[in-house]
């Protein structure tokens, strides 16, 4: 099964990495592979990946695993590594991990020498249905997450569920998150199959990715229906920020985020209490969330410095009923 994107696609194969050498020689002509991961991946699927490419000569930059790896600080110590390992413009870089290692390596693959290629093989679920897709790249700073980066596309997208058999139950709800975000926005469906279980098929996992796709060919750029795939991240970036990525991780961060936009949506009349009722309770049982709740106001200074508050106010997201979303600007001060 493949998806196609405009400048390349999306490969979904449950099939332990059978067919990747095939695709990536169909895209890359050399023998030489940097594989940009971090520690927990390294020991689970270096040698699975090493079975998998024999006709390659592979070396590994490998960099802890969490949110502070997308620092300057990791960002330099990469292209240190590369550039002993002797990394050539015309040479190919895989992504393989989960989203810090996507956007990471991405960045890296984007800036170094001015662009090199790349491929995204997404080891969670987060990154399967989202990070992997879209072709945003980069790294964190101290005033907020993302706001160094670029729009650049991998040569193809590898997502082999395999992947989530060694997942663990939290990063596993982490990406479950990003699916319950992709039905409020865009597959009421979707939506409604989240609501009856935990475990997704291979079969939401695409449709997941289908509406990351859809908007993206609307507005590549992020200037406006894009902007649909930021319901929850508003206060979800802001969440992560003020816990120094420590507390939550970036799922549960952007549910409760979504609590909190539905609840801004109720207060504008945008939004139905009964669907921020079921939402909570979705939510709540998958244990994304629990109760107490946090408040808005506890979060407002740290949403200054996010990319959607642009010089009209901010780009914000809200969801009148599943499937449908709608961008509502508004000043910091009206929050």
């Known amino acids: 099964m493949f998806i196609k994107m405009p400048d390349y696609d999306i490969y979904i194969e449950n099939q332990g990495l059978k067919d990747l050498q095939g695709h990536i020689q169909s895209v890359y002509h050399g023998h030489v592979i940097y594989v940009i991961t971090d520690e927990h991946v390294e020991k689970l699927y270096a040698g699975k990946l090493k079975e998998a490419l024999p006709n390659f000569q592979l070396f590994f930059v490998v960099v802890k695993p969490g949110e502070h790896s997308k620092s300057f600080e990791t960002y330099q110590q990469v292209i240190h590594e590369l550039i002993e390992k002797k990394i050539k413009r015309d040479h ?11 956007d990471l390596a991405g960045f890296v693959s984007a800036s170094l020498y001015r662009g090199i290629a790349f491929i995204q093989i997404p080891t969670t679920l987060l990154a399967m249905v989202d990070s992997s897709i879209g072709g945003k790249v980069g790294i964190d700073l101290p005033e907020g997450k993302n706001l160094v980066g670029a729009f650049y596309n991998p040569k193809f997208v590898y997502v082999d569920p395999t992947f989530l058999d060694t997942l663990e139950p939290r990063d596993y709800r982490n990406g479950l998150a990003e699916m319950i975000k992709a ?14 279980h935990e475990k997704v098929s291979e079969d939401e996992i695409i449709m997941a990715i289908q509406v990351k796709r859809s908007v993206v060919l609307l507005d590549p750029y992020d200037h406006k229906e894009r902007m649909y795939l930021n319901f929850g991240h508003t206060y979800g970036h802001a969440i992560e920020k003020k816990f120094n990525y420590e507390t939550y991780l970036h799922g549960e961060a952007v549910s409760y985020g979504m609590l909190l936009a539905l609840e ?9 209490q009964a669907l921020y009722n079921e939402v909570k309770e979705l939510l709540i049982k998958r244990n994304l969330v629990k109760e107490p709740l946090l408040k808005a106001e506890d979060f407002r200074d740290f949403i200054m410095n996010d990319k959607k508050n642009l010089k009209d106010g901010l780009h914000f997201i809200l969801v009148s009923k599943p499937g449908e979303a709608n961008i509502h600007i508004l000043k910091v001060g009206e929050l």
Request: aromatic share 2%; charged share 20%; glycine share 24%.
């Open 92 to 102: 190919l870089i895989i992504a393989l991990g989960g989203g810090v290692v996507g």
């Open 183 to 196: 039905g409020l926005i865009g597959d009421k469906k979707l939506y409604h199959d989240l609501l009856d």
């Open 264 to 272: 801004l949506g109720v207060k504008l009349g945008e939004t139905h």
